[in-house]
C-alpha cells in the first residue's frame, strides 16, 4: 500500500453560468482515488491577479486604501490588479503598480502564484515583491475603484493588523511572507522552480 496521496480525476463538466471575463461556474464530475463518484462539484472560474508588496527607495512600502465591495468596507490593501488573459503576471504586476498608484520599480521578485479558494478554485494569486520603487506619473484607476495611496513603515502594517484594518485574506498573506523572511525566501525558490 502506497502512502501517497492521488489527484481527483475529472470525467466531466458542464458551464452553468458564462459572465466572462469576471466569472464563470461550472458543475464537475470528478472521481475519487477510492472510486467514488461526486456529481456537481462546482467551480469558479474568476480573472487571476497579481498583488505587490511594494517598497520606495526611501523603505517606505506603498499601500492603498479603498473600498471592497465583498467584505463592503474600506481597507488598507496592497496594490493589485487583474491579469489579462495571455499577460504574463510580473507584466500585469508592473502595470497595474502603475495604473493604480503611478510607482513603478525595477527590482522585482515571483513570490508564487497561490489558489485562493482551495476546492472552488476562483482565481490565482501572483505575489510579488518589488523594491526601490519611484513615483514616476500620477493614479490612472480608471475603473470603479475610489483609491488612495498611502506610504507606510513596516511598523505601521503591523499596527494596522492589529487594528483588523486589512480585510482581505491575501493582504494578511503577503504581510505574513514579507514580516518572515524564511517564508518568504522559501515561496521565492518555489516561484523560481516552476518557471
Not at 493589485?80 to 508592473?94: H, M, S, V
Request: some cysteine.
Amino acid at each position: 500500500m502506497s502512502d501517497e496521496q492521488k489527484l481527483w480525476q475529472v470525467l466531466g463538466s458542464r458551464d452553468l453560468l458564462d459572465a466572462s471575463p469576471y466569472l464563470k461556474v461550472r458543475a464537475e464530475t470528478v472521481r475519487l482515488p477510492d472510486g467514488r463518484t461526486v456529481e456537481n462539484y462546482y467551480q469558479l472560474d474568476q480573472p487571476d491577479f497579481a498583488l505587490m508588496y511594494v517598497e520606495t527607495e526611501g523603505g517606505k512600502v506603498v499601500m492603498l486604501r479603498t473600498y471592497k465591495h465583498g467584505p463592503r468596507r474600506v481597507s488598507l490593501t496592497f496594490p493589485a490588479g487583474a491579469i489579462e488573459p495571455g499577460e504574463d503576471p510580473l507584466a500585469a504586476a508592473k502595470r497595474e503598480l502603475l495604473e493604480e498608484t503611478g510607482y513603478a520599480a525595477e527590482d522585482w521578485t515571483a513570490l508564487g502564484g497561490f489558489v485562493v479558494g482551495a476546492n472552488s478554485k476562483g482565481s490565482t494569486c501572483h505575489m510579488f515583491h518589488a523594491k526601490g520603487a519611484r513615483k514616476v506619473a500620477e493614479p490612472d484607476h480608471g475603473d470603479l475603484e475610489d483609491m488612495r495611496v498611502e506610504l507606510h513603515s513596516t511598523r505601521d502594517l503591523i499596527d494596522a493588523a492589529a487594528r483588523g484594518d486589512y480585510a482581505v485574506l491575501p493582504v494578511v498573506a503577503m504581510l505574513g511572507a514579507m514580516l518572515m523572511p524564511e517564508l518568504r525566501e522559501g515561496l521565492g525558490m518555489a516561484a523560481r522552480s516552476v518557471r
